[in-house]
């Protein structure tokens, strides 16, 4: 992946872990003002490189899976879990 997610995938994400900003910043380490900041605006995620990075990290971490886009448009799923139940 190689981190450029747009701020409606970070809030799907988000959406499907049922995580605050608060929750995100812990997990990533970036600031919930920050992250505030970032989600304010609509498009690919803006700041730093090594933000975008770390957000994408922490959200990959918790199970999510980035689609990109490639004909039917770019989302976010959960990864499948391996292994038997």
Same mark, same amino acid.
Not at 7 to 17: H, Y
Not at 32 to 45: C, K, M
Not at 50 to 65: D, H
């Given at each position: 992946m190689?981190h +450029? /997610?747009s701020?409606? #995938?970070? $809030?799907? +994400?988000?959406?499907?872990? !049922?995580? @605050? #900003?608060?929750?995100? !910043? *812990? =997990? @990533?380490? /970036? @600031?919930e003002? *920050?992250i505030?900041?970032?989600? =304010?605006?609509?498009?690919?995620v803006?700041?730093? =490189?090594e *933000?975008?990075? =770390?957000?994408v990290? +922490?959200?990959? $971490? !918790? %199970?999510?899976e980035?689609?990109?886009?490639? %004909?039917?448009g770019a989302g976010v799923?959960? $990864? $499948?879990?391996s292994?038997k139940r």
């Amino acid at each position: 992946m190689d981190h +450029a /997610i747009s701020v409606r #995938q970070m $809030k799907a +994400a988000r959406a499907l872990l !049922a995580w @605050s #900003q608060g929750d995100l !910043a *812990t =997990a @990533s380490g /970036i @600031s919930e003002p *920050t992250i505030g900041r970032l989600e =304010a605006e609509d498009g690919p995620v803006g700041g730093r =490189a090594e *933000t975008g990075a =770390a957000l994408v990290a +922490a959200l990959e $971490k !918790a %199970g999510v899976e980035f689609i990109p886009e490639n %004909g039917g448009g770019a989302g976010v799923r959960m $990864k $499948k879990r391996s292994g038997k139940r």
